[in-house]
């Protein structure tokens, strides 16, 4: 049978607000929200705070008898930490939960609202019963919070700055706008619809604590916003940040209102942006030494590797390096990418401004690539539609000296710019403004392991989900593709299969036959569509927090590449019941 928890005030009259107390089984805790006999309508938040000498399993939402859903546990609350200092070393050392239900879900009228805490050992203790009264004539206001800027002090805005949160209504969230002083600079419409801004982003954590939406896309779950603001667009000094959202029925509400102060000079307006490929730890493709100097329009000479060549580049397999830039320090005069780039071991492999050429009409060690992707991601900005940059270089093996020559192309001809020995380099993307500000774009540790005896050349490819740091929730997919030059196949598939690891166990095999057609598009080093792959992975086998997934290839010379690795971040601290 269930015991029944006595009220707060109960609770603090017999415990005293600064009095110790035994360490005996029994739960103390409240509801805060709602309170008893509070009208309700939309999504119902449903807050408080458990304290146990024992573990704590699960605390479930219970209307009307019927369990709805589970809460988010374990969230601080350094006031009942407070009143009750005993508890502070306990397992409930961060008593909070919040969760949730629906009010429509329920006929107008007064309902039954119960806590259930249950502890590991199974004892089960009742918060309440309290009754609440829904009112389903009433249309909720959309609800959320902002996360950048912090609610804590004034931020320092500078160049481009993040407006990151959630937004959530009991309906659906129609737009979401941005404001500067009072006046629209960016806004979000739909989830994932045109816009400077978006809207719709992956948030277990929101999720989480209002899971009582239907899926499979439940809009608790894909309720983050994000907005790039270019503080160049406002004087020096302090600036409101608020952030507004509209649904679906026309009612707005102010998610938040924050205070930053802007501060932009030529120091504050470094360059900024991102290496899209290859990922952190991925392997350098190597290329065996000619025989004899390749003719123009005649055969590969011996030895032949097996792949794509490039064109003018006489069978050598390239490394591609590409991602995206920008400076906002354009608009006042004070930036203005200049060059970028690209270095192997803090030695300069390609500089854009001195190397850029094309090639087939493709560019070569260019900046000024086309990024409509980034254009999306950072409207106004100046250059934001022609941000991205590409290298290529080769590796090329000197046996005299066991040695890879680094080799970039030139109009007329080959020149090498350095050499390395096998085993792990670090690969960087470095930055100058007119302003010779130089900016680290960004550094990471690459592994040259070509075989020096068979000519086996590592697999490339790529992990398009999870991306970077994203927070996942339940059944996910890990997906990406992978190419392989030296597999069985005539395509040069891979043979063994894909190995995905996560935090240092293999957890899962598959194959590369998913028909992907953008990759030999965007990637000429790869001969066939059929480099795919996806499989599910259960998240619930992890602990809640940062993960990193890894993705091997095991070609049919049992030869083992990593094509990169992803972290993520895991939150299932609730699943729905219904």
């Not at 400076?327 to 203005?336: E, W």
């Amino acid at each position: 049978m269930a015991r029944k928890a006595p009220s707060i005030l109960a609770l603090l009259v017999a415990v005293g607000w600064f009095g110790p107390r035994a360490a005996v089984a029994d739960v103390i805790g409240a509801i805060d929200t709602p309170t008893a006999n509070q009208t309700v309508f939309g999504v119902v938040r449903v807050s408080g705070f458990a304290l146990d000498f024992n573990p704590i399993s699960k605390i479930e939402v219970v209307v009307d008898g019927v369990v709805v859903n589970q809460a988010d546990l374990n969230i601080p609350r350094a006031d009942v930490l407070e009143a009750f200092p005993n508890y502070v070393g306990s397992p409930t050392a961060n008593p909070g939960f919040l969760s949730s239900f629906l009010a429509r879900n329920y006929a107008s009228g007064f309902h039954s609202l119960v806590v259930r805490v249950t502890e590991s050992s199974g004892a089960v203790t009742n918060l309440g019963p309290i009754s609440v009264n829904v009112d389903n004539t009433q249309n909720q206001a959309p609800f959320g919070y902002i996360d950048i800027p912090s609610a804590s002090g004034v931020d320092v805005m500078s160049g481009s700055f993040p407006v990151t949160g959630w937004a959530l209504d009991d309906q659906d969230v129609d737009h979401v706008d941005f404001l500067v002083d009072g006046e629209i600079v960016m806004g979000a419409v739909g989830r994932g619809l045109p816009g400077s801004a978006v809207f719709g982003s992956q948030r277990p954590d929101v999720y989480a604590a209002f899971p009582d939406f239907p899926g499979p896309a439940p809009k608790s779950l894909f309720s983050g916003f994000a907005a790039n603001i270019d503080s160049t667009r406002f004087l020096d000094g302090l600036h409101t940040v608020t952030v507004r959202a509209t649904d679906n029925q026309g009612l707005s509400a102010l998610i938040g209102t924050r205070t930053v102060q802007v501060n932009n000079n030529a120091a504050t307006l470094a360059p900024f942006g991102q290496i899209d490929f290859p990922l952190d730890k991925a392997s350098l493709l190597c290329t065996g030494t000619f025989t004899t100097p390749p003719e123009p329009g005649g055969p590969c000479p011996s030895p032949c590797q097996p792949g794509t060549p490039q064109p003018g580049f006489s069978g050598l397999v390239p490394n591609i390096v590409q991602g995206w830039v920008l400076d906002t320090g354009a608009r006042l005069d004070k930036g203005q990418v200049a060059y970028v780039e690209l270095l192997l071991d803090g030695a300069i492999v390609a500089n854009t401004q001195r190397d850029c050429l094309f090639i087939g009409g493709a560019p070569t060690n260019c900046y000024g690539v086309n990024r409509p992707d980034v254009a999306q991601a950072y409207q106004g900005y100046v250059n934001a539609d022609n941000a991205g940059f590409n290298f290529i270089f080769f590796l090329i093996r000197d046996p005299s000296t066991g040695l890879f020559d680094v080799v970039i192309n030139k109009p007329t001809s080959q020149i090498v710019v350095g050499a390395v020995a096998a085993g792990k380099h670090t690969l960087e993307v470095r930055v100058g403004d007119v302003e010779s500000t130089l900016t680290e774009l960004g550094a990471m540790s690459v592994d040259v392991i070509c075989d020096q005896s068979s000519s086996n050349r590592p697999a490339i490819g790529y992990i398009d989900g999870p991306s970077l740091y994203e927070f996942v929730t339940g059944i996910i997919q890990i997906f990406g593709w992978a190419f392989d030059f030296d597999g069985i196949h005539a395509t040069g598939g891979v043979e063994d299969g894909i190995q995905i690891d996560i935090d240092g166990q293999v957890v899962a095999k598959t194959n590369n036959n998913i028909n992907r057609p953008d990759v030999p598009k965007n990637d000429p080093r790869v001969s066939t569509p059929f480099v795919g792959f996806q499989i599910p992975y259960d998240t619930t086998k992890l602990t809640d927090g940062e993960h990193e997934v890894v993705v091997y290839v095991l070609d049919s010379l049992n030869v083992r590449t990593e094509i990169g690795r992803r972290k993520f971040v895991v939150q299932n601290n609730v699943t729905t019941r219904q």
